[in-house]
């Protein structure tokens, strides 16, 4: 993996030593190699975390007047260098980026039909420009325009170094606090800097400027396999996706929770390495201060343990003390550009620091859920939702806004628009009813907008420690197919995702299949809580704080100092009342830190 920063020159110079600064801040995301290739019409910057074809991979990469910037992996590389063979067209190395390279001069915009695989990258031929971003948007990539020009970058850190200055305005504050911490496609928290959408590619050059085209969607397709049929041919593109997301030059290690998606990976990867490495996360005080609620019903750590010695991996628990996860909330803050999801954001960072030492590659099970309609939401009262069913409590939030910002903001009017759009971009047939299309709208939200957020999250926490992470359930085939099978083969028995159950039943251990499904761990510590008040409680000591500016201060202290936690989690399934407080201390700190000015 990598980091990868461009500015087009049609009407301004770059700036030098601005470009390479902003380039220098992506040195996580590349600390192997680095690389920069200034022309008459372009500038690119390259930090590479070196994965495959260690030798022959140094970027920019350029071929006459055609030059890469890349940053990810290709799944499918057999059958790419299979479409090049048929063009006549030969390859001097084995490495994806000299793949992708001569992919994009043979087939141009055409190629990226073919791709499978996460990735983000700039192509230039001649004085046209292409940016692109995968799918599913499992690598970021960010824009914005400056005197005409474009810029792109691989965080949003590389563009408020170049322009200088970061500003938010309306759109940006009903995004942080309505929408957030997730965000709504194609925006950021930032005035004039946006995000490429999944499965879209930007258009560039003098003639006809930015021009935005959706190379991917989703297709519905009327759906004929039985329940028998489809549990094997999940099994099969799950298997196939893991295998051949394992392709590496250096060693492969696996995220291992002792939740079912994990366990799968981490058992199917370990018949393909002698020896496998799993990690998994705990914290301090988790275990004297765990309390059961309907969706963490036990500690992972029991069942970790167990599939480690079921597959005979090497079992590293990591745990995470609550000085560091408090600490961390601020380092999450700057891998992030902005507030995240608190202590889980702060947990990855460290666990992803300890894979770091021994590992740059690691197999995940995050997006299981979105496409096996694992989330509460897809079978309680919440799927009847006509907004987003994982931003809860919205009348909540804008209650902790003071008058002038509950007025001017409107969250829910924002948010409520934001789903409108959102959900009638989900692919439907005109055969499917009522439930059918609830469930294909459903399933469309979580993968466009409830996935991104966490693929998101877990590139720029893990990328922070120079590890690169794949995602196996984000595979191309895996998706396109689960879009199109039925709610009742993924809802079965009333038990959540029972077709991912059926295909690895037998396979993985029988304690974990049956498990009903756990989300990703987040501190349960009594210590960690009280901490964070304080961390909040200094900042409001702080008068010219930003919390001043935009809150009922009053209604915060009253929610620090009330024992009652909140009914309903105002975000996701988990984050309540401690993760409300620590997502106010990170916004003091990021305003502090990024000297954020509010655009009146």
């Known amino acids: 993996m990598c980091g990868i920063v461009y500015k087009s020159n049609f009407y301004t110079p770059t700036r030098y030593n601005d470009f390479i600064s902003a380039c220098n801040k992506l040195d996580h995301r590349g600390p192997d190699d680095f690389g920069y290739l200034f022309t008459k019409d372009h500038s690119f910057g390259h930090k590479r975390l070196a994965i495959i074809d260690l030798e022959n991979g140094k970027q920019p990469m350029s071929i006459l007047n055609h030059h890469l910037i890349y940053n990810g992996e290709l799944y499918n590389m057999e059958e790419l260098r299979q479409k090049l063979k048929e063009k006549n067209v030969s390859l001097e190395s084995s490495g994806d980026t000299l793949l992708l390279l001569k992919l994009l001069m043979t087939y141009n915009i055409k190629a990226l039909d073919y791709l499978n695989g996460i990735f983000s990258f700039v192509y230039t031929s001649g004085d046209t420009v292409m940016a692109v971003r995968d799918m599913f948007g499992v690598k970021p990539l960010y824009y914005t325009m400056i005197d005409k020009d474009l810029f792109v970058a691989s965080e949003i850190k590389s563009i408020l170094e170049y322009k200088k200055e970061a500003v938010v305005n309306r759109e940006g504050l009903c995004e942080l606090l309505g929408m957030g911490p997730s965000h709504s496609q194609g925006k950021t928290v930032y005035k004039d800097i946006y995000e490429v959408k999944p499965g879209n590619v930007l258009l560039f050059d003098r003639k006809n400027g930015l021009r935005i085209k959706q190379y991917y969607q989703l297709k519905a397709y009327p759906f004929h396999l039985t329940y028998e049929e489809t549990v094997l041919k999940v099994r099969e593109l799950l298997d196939k996706a893991i295998q051949r997301q394992m392709i590496s030059d250096v060693g492969i290690s696996c995220f291992l929770s002792g939740g079912l998606d994990s366990s799968i990976i981490s058992t199917i990867a370990s018949k393909n390495v002698d020896t496998l490495d799993t990690f998994s996360i705990d914290y301090e005080d988790n275990k004297k201060d765990f309390q059961a609620n309907s969706f963490e019903i036990a500690p992972d750590r029991e069942y970790a343990k167990k599939v480690s010695e079921a597959i005979h991996s090497r079992h590293h628990p990591v745990m995470i003390d609550n000085e560091t996860l408090v600490e961390y909330l601020k380092k999450a803050v700057e891998l992030k550009d902005s507030p995240g999801m608190t202590d889980i954001d702060s947990s990855m960072i460290f666990l992803a620091q300890n894979i770091a030492k021994f590992y740059k590659v690691s197999l995940s099970g995050e997006a299981a859920d979105e496409v096996f309609a694992g989330y509460p939401w897809y079978y309680r009262k919440e799927k009847e939702s006509t907004t987003f069913p994982w931003i809860r409590n919205i009348k909540y939030k804008e209650s902790l806004l003071n008058e002038e910002y509950r007025k001017k903001l409107n969250l829910e009017e924002y948010v409520q628009k934001e ?88 396979i993985v251990i029988d304690e974990v299949v049956h498990r009903k499904k756990s989300p990703y761990p987040k501190s349960n510590s009594q210590k960690y809580h009280t901490m964070v008040k304080e961390a909040l409680s200094d900042c409001l000591k702080d008068k010219d704080s930003v919390l001043y500016k935009i809150f009922d201060v009053n209604r915060i202290r009253e929610i620090m100092d009330s024992k009652e936690e909140l009914d309903v989690p105002w975000y996701g399934q988990l984050m309540r009342k401690t993760a409300l407080l620590a997502y106010l201390y990170q916004i003091d700190y990021w305003f502090k830190k990024y000297n954020v000015r509010i655009e009146d």
């Open 419 to 506: 789903y409108d759009m959102a959900v009638a971009e989900a692919p439907i047939l005109e055969k499917d009813n009522k439930s059918s299309i609830k469930h294909r709208q459903l399933c469309y939200l979580n993968i466009r907008y409830f996935m991104t957020n966490l693929l998101d999250r877990k590139d720029r926490m893990t990328m922070g420690a120079s590890l690169e992470v794949r995602v196996p359930f984000c595979d191309k085939e895996l998706v396109e197919f689960l879009y199109n099978v039925p709610y009742k083969y993924k809802y079965r028995n009333k038990t959540e995702k029972k077709l991912l159950r059926d295909a690895y039943e037998g």
